[in-house]
């Protein structure tokens, strides 16, 4: 069964890169026709995909993210990292990383979650 983790510091400075990790067990980051992504969730609001990364490595960002927002993969590791640049207050939420189907782009397999906050 595939499982996702997500890890990374719980508070970040304002203006600080924000840093996460998803580390993927039962499966293979690299298995054809499935891709990587992250999604967030700021409290009291929904959900805000933010980008994701194709089985051919492309990446593909949230307009509103694009700028400072990098999502890549090791294939060592089983992981794919999430890299956001300038953190500021609005970035806190709780973010997700997961799995989808590149058939149909829906989320096949995602881990519990982990809370950031930005804050001084």
């Known amino acids: 069964q595939v499982q996702l983790q997500e890890s990374g510091p719980g508070l970040v400075k304002p203006s600080q890169m924000l840093s996460l990790t998803c580390t993927v067990s039962g499966g293979s980051i690299t298995t054809s026709h499935y891709g990587l992504s992250w999604i967030r969730q700021p409290p009291g609001k929904g959900l805000e995909w933010m980008g994701a990364?194709?089985?051919?490595?492309?990446?593909y960002y949230s307009p509103s993210l694009k700028s400072r927002t990098s999502i890549t993969r090791d294939a060592s590791e089983n992981q794919f990292p999430l890299h956001q640049s300038t953190a500021a207050p609005e970035d806190t939420a709780v973010y997700y990383c997961?799995?989808?189907?590149?058939?149909?782009?829906?989320?096949?397999?995602w881990g519990q979650g982990t809370q950031v906050a930005v804050s001084e």
């Open positions: 990364i194709a089985y051919d490595a492309s990446t």
């Open positions: 997961g799995v989808y189907a590149e058939a149909d782009f829906y989320l096949k397999w």
